[in-house]
């Protein structure tokens, strides 16, 4: 069955850090690029990060941008999510999602990663922040 | 990066048909077919029902469909039953190299 397996719940202060980790279960982790997305409580979904199936492109969310860390390591195929100075509002399940496909396209040695969709999605990881 | 705009709550009974739509911008929606639905029921992850506008995820009902018009896109669900409760979120990808989801739909069965 294709499902990531989120890891690395936690609760901790406002300022620290922590570090989630998503494992890859019955696909091919380096063929696909990856996504994580969150759920505050009672709230609906929002996108957090992507990155590409080889690593080399990512972005993230407004809300996240400069202190959040995604990256990937397909010789392990493990998704992590280095989360910094984290907030109160960044309490939330962390979903771990696998897009449809991977593939990139360009020339002259500049490439444009193509993403398709979140597929498939783990169970979730709970991060609290709080004082 | 504004949310995708979903009606905050649709209903319908057991076998009838309902449609909810998912309005972006040119930005988005109206610029790529990349457009995805989810459910999710109460206390479960996502599960996907649609990818690039109309496809279906390899397990997916064929009671779902999804279509697009200019910056909206729609999920119909046919032969409405009452497992189909819960809430149901659009995305897409944008021209920002990001991704934008809908504030969420939920839907009961009468």
């Known amino acids: 069955q294709v499902q990531p397996v989120e890891s690395g719940a936690g609760v901790v202060h406002p300022g620290r850090s922590l570090r989630l980790s998503c494992a890859a279960s019955?696909?091919?982790?380096?063929?696909?690029?990856m996504y994580w997305v969150r759920q505050a409580p009672g709230k609906g979904l929002e996108w957090v990060a992507l990155?590409?199936?080889?690593?080399?492109?990512?972005n993230y969310g407004d809300s996240v941008k400069g202190r959040f860390t995604i990256s990937r390591d397909n010789s392990k195929d493990m998704l992590d999510l280095q989360m910094n100075s984290l907030r109160p509002e960044d309490t939330a399940l962390y979903y771990c999602?696998?897009?449809?496909?991977?593939?990139?396209?360009?020339?002259?040695?500049?490439?444009?990663?193509?993403?398709?969709?979140?597929?498939?999605w783990g169970q979730g990881t709970m991060v609290t922040v709080s004082s | 990066q504004s949310a995708l705009t979903q009606p905050a709550s649709v209903s319908g009974s057991p076998g009838q048909s309902i449609t909810i739509s998912c309005t972006g911008t040119y930005n988005d929606v109206g610029h790529y077919d990349y457009v995805s639905w989810f459910q999710q029921g109460p206390g479960e992850a996502p599960k996907a029902l649609i990818y690039?506008?109309?496809k279906r995820p390899a397990g997916a009902s064929d009671r779902f469909s999804g279509s697009k018009s200019g910056n909206t896109a729609s999920l119909t669900i046919s032969g409405l039953q009452a497992e189909d409760e819960g809430d149901y979120y659009c995305?897409?990808?944008?021209?920002?190299?990001?991704?934008?989801f809908g504030g969420g739909t939920k839907l009961t069965v009468l």
């Open positions: 999602a696998k897009d449809r496909g991977g593939s990139r396209y360009g020339n002259d040695g500049v490439w444009h990663y193509s993403y398709y969709g979140m597929v498939a």
């Open positions: 990155i590409s199936y080889d690593g080399s492109d990512t």
């Open positions: 690039e506008v109309t």
């Open positions: 019955g696909f091919t982790f380096s063929g696909y690029g």
């Open positions: 995305s897409s990808y944008t021209r920002s190299n990001t991704w934008v």
